[in-house]
């Protein structure tokens, strides 16, 4: 059975210790295009750093999982880290790659040292990747950060660092209702 409750206007009431306040039962959703409805995130703030010498990609240890709970929602996923490298080499690179559970590419991102720069051993470059799908389940997704450097003239396999010491690091999957 359905029905519509038709209403110009909710509110909670206007005073004590709600007031202003319009709660959902534990247990059920709100559905309104365009808010927010779960955030899930991995942010690694640790003081150790995540390097790799590897031109394939490897775990990086961070990911995250999300399920959904509307089917059509938007899910948008975003990762922002700090890339650096211990080289002073020109056309070295760090790549950041999202996969999925199955682990299928979804997008990449990547950072490279076009020139040498003497002297200079950490060169700090922000790295972003966003990816966005439409759920068409409420089965569980799972995102992995993968990485890996890249070069040529014999730059690969330097090593290249996907969080610096004592930086942050930050996947995010957010679901939002359609």
Known sequence: MTSTLQVQTLQGPTSGVDSNVIR????????????VVQFVSDINT???SISTTST???FSGIGVTITPKFIGSRIVVSFDTPVTSLTEVADFGIRATLYDLLFNKLTEAFWINQTAQAGVLRVYQGLSLNYEAVTT????L??????N?????????????LRWVNT??????TEIAQ
């Open 137 to 140: 389940s409420l089965t569980p």
């Open 149 to 161: 450097t890249f070069g040529s003239g014999g730059t690969a396999g330097n090593t290249g660092f």
């Open 142 to 147: 799972t995102f992995n950060i993968y990485f």
């Open 46 to 48: 640790s003081a150790t």
């Open 168 to 173: 942050s690091i930050a996947l995010t999957a």
């Open 56 to 58: 394939t990609p490897v």
């Open 24 to 35: 959902i039962a534990d247990g059920h959703n709100l559905h309104a295009k365009g808010h």
